[in-house]
């Protein structure tokens, strides 16, 4: 149960005192928030002991009469305009006219209830200000919370994208002035790093493509019966120059079919960050072991590596958006920090879980497990 701060500002002792009646044991909810709300209210007799409150304690609605001794009620509202307060203002009031309701409305007046008025309408006022300032409140936060998305996302990839850039820029700086001699040859690992920087940047922004598309739920699905076998094999063999590369050897055990329905591409994405991961973070001469299995409690992707491996604080943060672990081992891989972040959204997008433990130095194991059908 939430609380909402109600200020009654009226000269009338006896309306002050029955609005608090009637809201004492009165609560509002609707099916979209996740609490009700009841009501603590504190009175003022004037506009001057009402600004007085308001400098002090926190308000969320404001009950106000316009005919006060000293400053009128509008000149109250004008103040918590002035000073931008998170509070949502009610006139109640006999004298209301068109010139002060469209005056207070102009000062951030969300409605009037005209005196007298029945507990049943200073209820039904009371539940349509409690939604709105429900809302009004929700949608900021929702506003400010997109804002530091946004800021995070842009200052992320203008991070991940500018040391590539520069030493893309260097390498044909030093071309252009054929600073390494005027043979070709001589500039071959300039132009192998500059494809490989390339690359982790083409990377990055499909990356990026996936996990808009996901949580904008605007990626259209085609959900098919699947041999997660067949796109197993198929992912290891994608990763098969990768792995001979860094003399990495994967192996494989699943040779029964699979099936569970899902969309193809959701599951290639899904294996080939697990392997890309396995291969790229693993030792020299390493191992990678990939199994696809039926088991009881479902279907069961399993990647294990022998490769570097990670602490307990490090596999706590792994499924995070941009987190890439960074060490003295890992300072040379590229990557966006998104691929883990985008496994996990497709895996429970597919009513899946998946886990990792990871030991430094002994490698780490990755498990996917689907319901099974």
């Given at each position: 149960?939430?609380?909402l701060?109600?200020?009654?500002v009226?000269?009338?002792?006896?309306?002050?005192?029955?609005?608090?009646?009637?809201?004492?044991?009165?609560?509002?909810?609707?099916p979209?928030?996740?609490?009700?709300f009841?009501?603590?209210?504190?009175?003022?007799g004037?506009g001057?002991?009402?600004?007085?409150?308001?400098?002090?304690?926190?308000?969320?609605?404001?009950?106000l009469d316009?005919?006060?001794?000293g400053?009128?009620?509008?000149?109250?509202?004008?103040?918590?305009?002035?000073q931008?307060?998170?509070?949502?203002?009610?006139?109640?009031?006999s004298?209301a006219?068109?010139?002060?309701?469209?005056?207070?409305?102009?000062?951030g007046?969300f409605?009037f209830?005209?005196?007298?008025?029945?507990p049943?309408e200073?209820?039904?006022?009371?539940e349509?200000?409690?939604?709105?300032?429900?809302?009004?409140?929700?949608?900021?936060?929702?506003?400010?919370?997109?804002k530091?998305?946004?800021?995070?996302?842009?200052?992320v990839?203008?991070?991940?994208?500018?040391?590539p850039i520069n030493?893309?820029?260097?390498?044909l700086?030093?071309?252009?002035?054929?600073?390494?001699?005027g043979?070709?040859?001589?500039?071959?690992?300039?132009?192998s790093?500059?494809?490989?920087?390339?690359?982790g940047?083409?990377?990055?922004?499909?990356d990026?493509?996936?996990?808009t598309r996901?949580?904008?739920?605007?990626?259209?699905?085609?959900?098919i019966a699947?041999?997660i076998?067949e796109?197993?094999?198929?992912?290891?063999?994608?990763?098969?120059?990768?792995?001979?590369q860094?003399?990495v050897?994967?192996?494989?055990?699943?040779?029964?079919?699979v099936?569970?329905?899902?969309?193809?591409?959701?599951?290639?994405?899904?294996?080939?960050?697990?392997?890309?991961?396995?291969?790229?973070?693993?030792?020299?001469?390493?191992?990678?072991?990939?199994?696809?299995?039926?088991?009881?409690?479902?279907?069961?992707?399993?990647?294990?590596d022998?490769?570097?491996?990670?602490?307990?604080?490090?596999?706590?943060?792994l499924?995070?958006?941009?987190?890439?672990?960074?060490?003295?081992?890992?300072?040379?891989?590229?990557?966006?920090?998104l691929?883990?972040?985008?496994?996990k959204?497709?895996?429970?997008?597919?009513h899946?879980?998946?886990?990792?433990?990871?030991?430094?130095d002994?490698?780490?194991?990755?498990?996917?497990?689907?319901?099974?059908?």
């Amino acid at each position: 149960m939430s609380i909402l701060n109600v200020l009654v500002v009226d000269d009338e002792p006896g309306i002050r005192t029955g609005v608090a009646r009637v809201l004492r044991n009165f609560t509002v909810g609707f099916p979209f928030m996740d609490d009700d709300f009841r009501f603590e209210t504190r009175e003022a007799g004037s506009g001057e002991e009402a600004i007085a409150i308001l400098e002090k304690e926190p308000v969320d609605i404001l009950l106000l009469d316009n005919k006060l001794p000293g400053i009128y009620g509008i000149e109250v509202l004008e103040y918590i305009r002035q000073q931008e307060y998170d509070i949502e203002v009610m006139m109640i009031t006999s004298y209301a006219s068109l010139d002060l309701a469209v005056k207070a409305t102009n000062n951030g007046a969300f409605n009037f209830v005209p005196k007298p008025f029945t507990p049943q309408e200073l209820k039904s006022a009371m539940e349509s200000i409690t939604k709105h300032l429900y809302l009004k409140r929700m949608t900021r936060k929702l506003n400010e919370q997109g804002k530091q998305v946004r800021f995070q996302f842009l200052s992320v990839l203008s991070h991940e994208l500018k040391s590539p850039i520069n030493a893309i820029e260097g390498y044909l700086k030093i071309m252009q002035e054929k600073q390494a001699g005027g043979d070709i040859d001589d500039y071959q690992g300039m132009i192998s790093r500059s494809l490989e920087r390339i690359k982790g940047m083409r990377g990055l922004i499909m990356d990026l493509l996936d996990l808009t598309r996901i949580e904008s739920g605007k990626k259209k699905r085609n959900i098919i019966a699947l041999d997660i076998t067949e796109i197993a094999r198929m992912a290891m063999h994608s990763m098969e120059p990768m792995a001979i590369q860094r003399s990495v050897r994967i192996h494989f055990s699943g040779d029964q079919p699979v099936y569970m329905h899902s969309d193809p591409s959701e599951m290639e994405i899904i294996l080939n960050n697990l392997l890309s991961n396995a291969v790229k973070y693993n030792r020299e001469g390493g191992e990678v072991f990939l199994s696809v299995e039926k088991k009881p409690q479902g279907i069961t992707i399993d990647v294990r590596d022998t490769g570097i491996g990670m602490d307990e604080r490090e596999t706590g943060e792994l499924f995070k958006e941009f987190v890439r672990i960074r060490n003295s081992k890992t300072k040379e891989i590229t990557g966006s920090g998104l691929g883990l972040s985008i496994v996990k959204k497709l895996t429970e997008l597919n009513h899946g879980t998946i886990s990792v433990s990871s030991k430094p130095d002994r490698g780490s194991h990755f498990s996917v497990v689907f319901p099974g059908e």
